[in-house]
C-alpha cells in the first residue's frame, strides 16, 4: 500500500533546470525524513539530498554544489528536488526514498537509513 511515486524527469541541456517531485501515499508523509538518490548504469546508487520530518535539516551531497534545492510539501505529501544549472554528469536515474528509523544503525547517506523507495525517473542532461 505505501507508494512513492516519481516524476518529473526528462532530457535536458546542460545549464538547464528541471524539478523533480515525489508523490507519497500509504504511510503518513510527515513520519519520514525524506531523501533523494541518483544512480548510474554499473555503478552504486549514491546520496543526494535528504530533509527531515519537519523539513528544518536539510544536507546535500558536496558535489551538489548548491545547485539542487530539496524541498517537502506536508499538504500535498510531495518531496521536490529542484535542479538548476545540470551538468551532464548528473545524468542518472532518480530515485525517491523515506526514512522512518531516525538515529538507527545507518546514516542518511546510506541506503540501508531508507525503509521505503520510489522505482525512479530518468534525467538525462545533454552536452
Known amino acids: 500500500q505505501v507508494q512513492l511515486v516519481e516524476s518529473g524527469g526528462g532530457l535536458v541541456q546542460a545549464g538547464g533546470s528541471l524539478r523533480l517531485s515525489c508523490a507519497v501515499s500509504?504511510?503518513?508523509?510527515?513520519?519520514?525524513?525524506m531523501g533523494w538518490f541518483r544512480q548510474v548504469l554499473g555503478k552504486e546508487r549514491e546520496f543526494v539530498a535528504v530533509i527531515s520530518r519537519s523539513g528544518g535539516t536539510i544536507n546535500y551531497a558536496d558535489y551538489v554544489e548548491g545547485r539542487f534545492t530539496i524541498s517537502r510539501d506536508a499538504a500535498k505529501s510531495t518531496l521536490y528536488l529542484q535542479m538548476n544549472n545540470l551538468k551532464t554528469k548528473d545524468t542518472a536515474v532518480y530515485y525517491c526514498?523515506?526514512?522512518?528509523?531516525?538515529?538507527?544503525?545507518?546514516?542518511?547517506?546510506?541506503?540501508?537509513?531508507?525503509?521505503?523507495w520510489g522505482k525512479g525517473t530518468q534525467v538525462t542532461v545533454s552536452s
Open positions: 526514498a523515506g526514512r522512518t528509523d531516525i538515529g538507527g544503525r545507518y546514516a542518511y547517506i546510506q541506503r540501508g537509513a531508507y525503509v521505503d
Open positions: 500509504g504511510r503518513t508523509f510527515s513520519s519520514y525524513a
